[in-house]
């Protein structure tokens, strides 16, 4: 199984960026996707997530209606739409993906990871 996570780099604060996450080698229709990201010096936090189906979202409560996640099941790729970004948003953001097709904000509940794409904002 490969999660490859891309699309980061550095970016003005209010700007945005969209992340992706290509899988390949697992059930990627069945499988609810995830988007964690990790601070320097902090610990991995819950960021987004999507149900296999997309019928079902659920985000950080700090960052509704900045970040948007979604899925192109055809694609077997995983997005995170971010907007209004912030230099606190500066993190590397990690993809991670459960065979549970429902979505879950601990990271314990997924089963596999990708390596991380870091996103930079400058005030």
């Known amino acids: 199984v490969q999660l490859q996570a891309s699309g980061g780099g550095l970016v003005q604060a209010g700007g945005s960026l969209r992340l992706s996450c290509a899988a390949s080698?697992?059930?990627?229709?069945?499988?609810?996707l995830g988007w964690f990201r990790q601070a320097p010096g902090k610990t991995r936090e819950f960021v987004a997530a999507?149900?296999?189906?997309?019928?079902?979202?659920i985000s950080a409560d700090s960052l509704k209606g900045r970040f948007t996640i979604s899925r192109d099941n055809a694609k077997n790729t995983a997005y995170l739409q971010m907007n209004s970004l912030k230099p606190e948003d500066t993190a590397v953001y990690y993809c991670?993906?459960?065979?549970?097709?429902?979505?879950?904000?601990?990271?314990?509940?997924?089963?596999?990871w990708g390596q991380g794409t870091l996103v930079t904002v400058s005030s």
């Open positions: 991670a993906a459960r065979r549970d097709g429902s979505p879950y904000k601990l990271n314990t509940g997924y089963d596999y």
């Open positions: 999507i149900s296999w189906s997309s019928s079902s979202t």
């Open positions: 080698g697992l059930p990627f229709s069945t499988a609810a």
